[in-house]
């Protein structure tokens, strides 16, 4: 059992920057793929980015690639998603979710393990 707690999520202007950061509970995080997700008021949830188990592989979204990067660090079972450039569109719940896998997970089916969501608001 994998519990996820997501932070960082505030209001920011547009062109600003936030770091979420998504804790996860486990001795064994080390082998779980995380992958983020958001989801903006009346539209589906969607795909932002993933990081391999070991932090070595990232995907992303054409939505966020080059804005957004996702890092891990294992020994502190934390992931982060570092955004910058953000834009109105940005705005959403972003979530994080776990699955254990070797490989980059972007199909929310793939996860197990959500985590409750955090607020994201860009607008000047």
């Known amino acids: 059992q994998v519990q996820l707690v997501e932070s960082g999520g505030g209001l920011v202007q547009p062109g600003g920057s936030l770091r979420l950061a998504c804790a996860a509970s486990?001795?064994?995080?080390?082998?779980?793929?995380v992958g983020w997700f958001r989801q903006a008021p009346e539209k589906e949830r969607e795909f932002v980015g993933t990081?391999?188990?070991?932090?070595?592989?990232?995907d992303y979204s054409d939505s966020v690639k080059g804005r957004f990067t996702i890092s891990r660090d294992n020994a502190k079972n934390t992931v982060y998603l570092q955004m910058d450039s953000l834009k109105p569109e940005d705005t959403a719940v972003y979530s994080c979710?776990?699955?254990?896998?070797?490989?980059?997970?972007?199909?929310?089916?793939?996860?197990?393990?959500w985590g409750q969501g955090t607020q994201v608001a860009v607008s000047s």
């Open positions: 990081i391999s188990y070991n932090g070595n592989s990232a």
């Open positions: 486990g001795r064994t995080f080390g082998d779980y793929a």
């Open positions: 979710a776990a699955a254990r896998s070797f490989w980059l997970l972007r199909r929310s089916s793939d996860y197990a393990y």
